[in-house]
């Protein structure tokens, strides 16, 4: 398997651009989630979805962001504007429904805003 | 909620033993995770515990105490590439997420 595919790797735009992140999850696998790393605050959970249905989003940080799972191989995470604060790692994983749920993250995609 | 501490920095010498503490408060417990990320790359899977005890798997070992609210990640024989951030994560009640600590930098030296 190809394991988790995010796109881009890299990002550079100008504040007030909109972003859209992309994400293939792990072919089988029913949970997918989006974090935000950052040196200050460090790994955050920002929305996870199970069978394509978003269950918590409590830790979107503003309207700016959302996310959408139109089927079970493909997600988007968009901020509409961009902020330099949004600077950051943006990481997708998957998993599957099992003893461990164990995670699988993707290569995660540099958000620079400038 | 919940609430993760680790140290923020280690230091080994190639060779040695180190163990990665990680206590934690949590309002529900469902599971706690072990992962080891490499700078400028992806967190990836090292070990998960549910129960009480150790769980051996190589050079990495990890435990948990339920009741005391604490895990440790030992890791023997180290070897220059396990120079890493380790992330302790804890699974509570609303499956699957989880919630990770700021993770710990270990560096190892010769």
């Known amino acids: 398997d190809a394991g988790v595919i995010q796109s881009p790797r890299h990002e550079v735009t100008e504040m007030g651009q909109e972003v859209t992140l992309r994400c293939k999850p792990i072919s089988g696998h029913n949970s997918l989630f989006w974090y935000r790393q950052t040196m200050m605050r460090g790994l955050e959970l920002l929305i996870y979805?199970?069978?394509?249905?978003?269950?918590?989003d409590s830790g979107m940080p503003e309207d700016r962001f959302s996310a959408k799972m139109p089927n079970a191989s493909f997600s988007t995470l968009k901020i509409q504007p961009s902020e330099p604060r949004d600077s950051a790692v943006y990481f997708c994983?998957?998993?599957?429904?099992?003893?461990?749920?164990?995670?699988?993250f993707g290569p995660g995609t540099r958000l620079t805003v400038l | 909620g919940q609430n993760i501490d680790q140290p923020t920095e280690m230091t080994a010498t190639e060779g040695a033993i180190v163990q990665i503490n990680c206590t934690y408060q949590?309002?529900?417990?469902?599971?706690l995770f072990w992962y080891q990320q490499h700078a400028g790359e992806a967190p990836t899977f090292l070990s998960y515990?549910?129960?009480?005890g150790l769980e051996e798997k190589g050079r990495f070992s990890s435990f948990l105490s339920r009741s005391k609210g604490y895990s440790y990640l030992l890791l023997k024989e180290l070897q220059m590439k396990d120079s890493a951030s380790y992330l302790c994560?804890?699974?509570?009640?609303?499956?699957?997420?989880?919630?990770f600590g700021d993770g710990t930098t270990l560096t190892v030296k010769p």
């Open positions: 949590t309002s529900g417990f469902n599971g």
């Open positions: 994560a804890v699974r509570g009640p609303l499956n699957p997420q989880s919630t």
């Open positions: 515990n549910v129960l009480d």
């Open positions: 979805f199970n069978n394509n249905v978003p269950i918590d």
């Open positions: 994983a998957s998993s599957t429904r099992g003893r461990t749920d164990t995670q699988y």
